[in-house]
């Protein structure tokens, strides 16, 4: 008895280090690629945490429509961009990677649905083929931020007609940020916040909200960026 007693703590000892070990590794994996990855650029005009009002520099963006939940649509979606952006173009050239990786719904009913509950970006388009079914429905339009050294003429075309790219310009955006999982409920949470707090300073919604991830998948919870945005009207 003594001895299966010796063998599970000396295991749980095992296991514990293992997860110390992995911890570690997540935080410098994630710290490294914090520092790699460019973001995109802003100064921040007001700042009351976890609030912020920015404004952006202009952008382009590479983006594509794609349907189904907000889980799968996002994975959809970051496949068909990283596909381009890691050499699926007419020149062929391998970019660097940037973030956040940006996810809003196309969906109208959504839209009108969080304005009374009071997204994401996700900004959601319901435009539906008649045969589709019901839990492919909903579009979503996810996006990348092209590296600053790109301009819209010199930006290697997509060889997927899937990638669109365009062009933004400099904008106010309000900004919540937060950590750890997310799900449509935590987004449309954290959206009422951002509203409830972008009505105390007037500042009028000019879009549809959008959710913005920082971090790559073995980020753990606790250390993971995200954000909604919403941009704000002059």
């Known amino acids: 008895m003594r001895f299966c007693h010796k063998k599970v703590f000396m295991l749980n000892h095992r296991l514990l280090r293992i997860s110390l070990i992995l911890a570690i590794l997540s935080i410098l994996f994630s710290a490294s690629a914090a520092m790699a990855i460019e ?16 404004e952006y520099v202009p952008l382009i963006l590479a983006e594509v429509e794609v349907a189904g939940d907000m889980d ?10 990283a596909a381009y952006i890691f050499g699926k173009n007419q020149a062929k050239n391998k970019m660097n990677m940037t973030a956040p990786v940006t996810i809003e719904s196309k969906d109208t009913n959504l839209s009108q649905r969080i304005a009374m509950t009071a997204p ?14 019901a839990s492919n429905k909903n579009l979503w339009i ?6 600053s050294e790109y301009t819209l003429a010199d930006l290697p075309q997509p060889l ?5 790219i365009r062009e ?4 106010k955006k309000a900004a919540i940020t937060f950590s750890g999982r997310y799900s449509e409920e ?3 949470e954290k959206t009422q916040e951002l509203q409830a707090w972008m009505k105390t300073r007037q500042l009028k919604e000019a879009s549809d909200p959008q959710f913005a991830r920082y971090n790559p998948p073995w980020t753990l919870p606790f250390f993971r960026r995200n954000e909604v945005l919403i941009r704000v009207s002059d």
């Open 186 to 188: 935590k987004v449309l």
């Open 39 to 54: 973001e995109p650029k802003y100064t921040v005009l007001e700042k009351s945490t976890p609030f912020e009002l920015r």
């Open 72 to 81: 799968d649509a996002s994975s959809q979606g970051f496949r068909l961009i």
């Open 142 to 147: 996810v996006s990348f931020v092209m590296p």
């Open 120 to 133: 994401v970006t996700i900004q959601e388009s319901k435009q539906t083929k008649p045969n589709e079914p």
């Open 168 to 171: 933004l310009p400099a904008e």
């Open 160 to 164: 997927d007609d899937r990638v669109h």
